[in-house]
């Protein structure tokens, strides 16, 4: 009998000694990150964890252990948004923004699912005619009031439909002026005078203000990564363990995440309404986090961390258009854009259902953006349409902040590791470059 007692025992160690060395990416050890590793826990119901919002302004208090506690308070309900006051201290505020600057940053790119497929940028002084097929080379998709004359609040009307473009008369005129669009110096061109007017080169004006100026573009900002893992700073270390217990996600999924991203707003600085994970669920375009970085992917990020890092501008908020939109329709929102466009931060920030900008530097909100599959074991599941949001205009001043981005994968990939996980090998792997 005691012989088959230490046989069970023996069996039940090694099993349980296979599931730890199972979830260890390899040659990786506990004693690797100084706590418990990237294990992932096989003792909880489902794979991710979500904070019940419970209502507008409810505040509970998060145990950081040995970073203290912190309060956190519910400012929206879908996505679940919550502030955290303190989460970081000023010398941490103070170290992300220098090691940014010391690395250097560089133009940020729009993603996300904003911006279109872009099509080559014209020369300087292109001139002709519009093909007639195409918008804009007939005259009456200019004379919307057919009263066989283009005035110049409809020369702002094309722009905004065509380009979603918001200007002003002087933009106009000044766009005339430098055009040199002789028919149009009394601000009008008539029926007559369209067939002759130089029309490719103002509808590439438009293009060219919309991709190039930092007005109109839609994300003007500078960013850089910051990395974490074996070889970074001690300070990113401790923030990326305070991020595990505010998020209660397991620490195989924490220390999978992605780079700490920085990023600096200057003067006109903004980035209009994105996500900041994709739609599509295809199963044969595996997860950014997953895969090598050539590789065709789709973003991940089932939680966002944003920290400010400042508060010394003007400006800046970070606004949720559809936050708590009970009656969401996006693919409405995107065909009336030219009516009234929810994505334009820069016209419609304080339109949003929730704007937030943080009273004191060390500030942090958390959102989810995907749901959870509790179906399949609590994985990613569908991308949540409210969690839709993006930076307001600077007005004033330089606008920094941060991101922590906290992947997860779906069901059916969910055994396959994070490619992030090698920096805790000594093998530093690249983040997505000019992602977000």
Known sequence: MDCVIKRLVFLV????????????PDSLTVNAIHDDGPCMDHTKSYALERYNPVKIGYVRTIDLGSFGQRRMITRALKPPIFEIPDFLTEDECDFIMKQAVKQGLKSSIAKGGLSPKLMPILPENVTGKLPPNEIGGRFEDWDQNN?????????????????LLFLSKDDILEMIEKLNISAAKDEHITKMEFEDANILGIDSYFYKLHRLHPKHKDRYSEQTWVKFGRTANKTMTRILKRVMKLTNLSSYLVYGCE???VVRYQPFGHYHAHFDSETHTRQNVPCCHQVHPDQRCKICRYITVLYYLNDNYKGGETAFPVADNITLDLEQSIQNREERDIFNLNEFCHAANFIVKAKKRGTAIMWYNHDIDYWNGGWLGDLDGHSLHGGCMVT?????IANSWLPAPYYYNSDLRSMFLNRFEGSATAPMENED
Do not use: P, T
Request: a negative charge; one cysteine or more; charged letters at 35%.
């Open 13 to 24: 160690l090694c099993f349980v000694l296979f599931q730890v060395r199972r979830c260890l």
């Open 147 to 163: 009263d066989d004359v283009i005035d110049i609040l409809e020369m702002m009307k094309f722009a905004k439909n065509k380009h």
């Open 259 to 261: 780079e700490m991203q």
């Open 396 to 400: 004033e001043g330089e606008k920094w």
